[in-house]
């Protein structure tokens, strides 16, 4: 028998042609990001969704063929936490919907890599026309209010670091940086310490007995930026600073992060109809009818 087989490999041996063609690898290109896109909604049954969404989740694969989309409901969220981060586990049970949805998103990224968007995005342009192969997380601006309050100082700390301004109608940092869209590659630190920060938020009495309601700050683009922050200080920048080299290009890279300026992650690039469980039904019912005629 032993025999036969070196007959057989002997046979195949000369069969292999002497020069075979080299592979095509000329499409192919080494990423630090690699090409997963994942989504969550509280079901993946498209009967149970709004038309809107159905057409917006859509794009994402369709703009981006060569990309791998993972659309998740609530039970593989769960899946996920009890695969690969059992440490996070009594934590995410206790949060709300959409603070797990927070926790879920860094967590999902922090294992596989990818991109995070929410399910009522629109994908406008491809993913790798506007991600670079070097890019080790891309992160947008979400909100700019450097004009409105040009000397907001913090009038106080959260346990996990991050500042506040309560006397101030605008109580977060005068720059907020996106959670609803943003890539990375696996194990990257901002990742790894905002969810880390989340679990020093759901113990804080600042947010158990004093602000309950104040889901951005403690699990949402609030804590986030709260790390982005210290990030850059940590290398010798501020967010201020990047922000106003932002209103003169489109994107900045620091240290590996690509850091692109609003309208990329607003309209450009991607376009956030903004339509969060969250917030009062009177606007999220506005929102629904006013995006039936959007695409």
């Known amino acids: 028998m032993a025999d036969r087989g070196w007959l057989l490999l002997a046979a195949a041996q000369t069969n292999v042609a002497p020069n075979p063609k080299p592979l095509d690898l000329s499409h192919f290109t080494m990423r630090q990001i690699p090409q997963n896109i994942f989504q969550t909604w509280k079901t993946k049954d498209p009967a149970l969704m709004e038309r809107p969404m159905r057409r917006w989740i859509a794009t994402w694969p369709a703009q981006n ?15 996920l936490i009890k695969t690969y ?21 860094l967590l999902v990224v922090l ?22 192969p070097d890019d080790e997380a891309v992160i947008g601006i979400d909100g700019d209010y450097l004009n409105k309050f040009p000397n907001w100082q913090p009038e106080g700390h959260v346990q996990s670091g991050g500042a506040y301004n309560m006397s101030l109608w605008w109580h977060d940092n005068v720059v907020a940086f996106s959670n609803w869209t943003f890539a990375a590659r696996a194990g990257h630190p ?106």
């Not at 993972?70 to 899946?79: A, G, R, S």
């Not at 981060?85 to 998103?105: G, I, K, N, Q």
């Not at 905002?194 to 700050?217: G, M, S, Y």
């Open 65 to 79: 063929p060569d990309w791998r989309v993972e659309f998740c409901d609530d039970d593989d969220c769960l899946d």
């Open 111 to 132: 294992q596989h890599g990818g991109l995070y968007s929410d399910a009522d995005t629109i994908c406008r342009t491809p993913l790798s026309d506007w991600i670079q």
């Open 85 to 105: 981060f059992p440490d996070h586990l009594e934590t995410y049970l206790a949060l709300t919907p959409v603070e797990r949805s927070d926790l879920w998103r």
């Open 190 to 295: 901002i990742l790894a310490e905002t969810a880390r920060r989340i679990e020093l938020n759901v113990r804080d009495p600042f947010f158990t007995e004093q602000h309950p309601d104040w889901t951005i700050k403690k699990t949402g683009p609030g804590v986030l930026t709260d790390v982005i922050y210290d990030w850059l200080a940590e290398r010798g920048h501020s967010a201020p600073e990047l922000v106003w080299s932002l209103r003169k290009t489109r994107s900045v890279v620091i240290d590996g992060v690509r850091f692109v300026d609003r309208p990329t992650l607003h309209w450009r690039q991607v376009k956030h109809f903004g339509m969060g469980s969250w917030k009062p039904m009177s606007i999220v019912v506005a929102w629904r009818k006013l995006s039936r005629h959007w695409q």
